[in-house]
């Protein structure tokens, strides 16, 4: 069949209240161990809960993330077009002003 996409299968760790240790999150969100650490001290990407010092990351909050940054690079596509098709119009405009 045409356009079928296949897709890996990964095996995540989550606790039965949603919870997932930094291991396990960046495995759910396919980024780094680091990066998570990183985002943690930096107070971007999901935020930790820590418990007894450990960081966890629940389901639901990876998820809200995740969709943000969806929702904000489908924002920043429709700005570029936006301002893209407002540029070209303006150059159209001065070439059509010019004697």
């Known amino acids: 069949m045409v356009g079928l996409t296949e897709f890996e299968v990964i095996k995540v760790r989550v606790h039965p209240d949603g919870r997932m240790d930094r291991k396990n999150a960046a495995l759910y969100l396919d980024k780094t161990k680091q990066t998570l650490a990183n985002w943690a001290v930096e107070g971007i990407g999901p935020q930790p809960v820590y418990i007894n010092g450990t960081p966890y990351y629940f389901v639901g909050t990876c998820d809200a993330w995740i ?33």
């Open 67 to 99: 969709a943000s940054e969806i929702a904000k690079r489908r924002s920043s596509k429709k700005r570029a077009t936006t301002q893209r098709r407002a540029t070209a119009s303006e150059e159209r405009e001065a070439v059509e002003a010019t004697p």
